[in-house]
């Protein structure tokens, strides 16, 4: 069983920065296609940043040149750094995991709200 923990949302000011971690229970992370997925309201979920477990990564068209994803296999964390924030930016912001055989993990997210 693999639980993910994110931490670091909040409330900024468009052209704000945050930085969303996601701690990883289990020692299979290093092994794990890591994705953040956003959700604002009444929108569905969509991918924003993935990272493979060779480090190559990817991004939405909006996010990108704003936000990078990395990880840190030591810390069992990913982490989502977000510069430039716009409010269309605005939504809960969830940690995904994909361990392949051993099965597919949700964090709980957490809240992101980008208002002047």
């Known amino acids: 069983q693999v639980q993910l923990v994110e931490s670091g949302g909040g409330s900024v000011q468009p052209g704000g920065s945050l930085r969303l971690s996601c701690a990883a229970s289990g020692s299979i992370f290093s092994f794990a296609v890591m994705r953040w997925y956003r959700q604002a309201p009444g929108k569905q979920r969509g991918l924003v940043a993935g990272?493979?477990?060779?480090?190559?990564?990817d991004y939405a068209d909006s996010v990108k040149g704003r936000f990078t994803i990395f990880r840190d296999n030591a810390e069992n964390t990913v982490y989502l750094q977000m510069n430039s924030l716009k409010p269309e930016d605005t939504a809960v912001y969830y940690c995904?995991?994909?361990?392949?055989?051993?099965?597919?993990?949700w964090g709980q997210g957490t809240q992101v709200a980008v208002s002047s």
């Open positions: 995904y995991a994909n361990l392949g055989p051993a099965g597919i993990y």
């Open positions: 990272i493979t477990r060779g480090g190559s990564t």
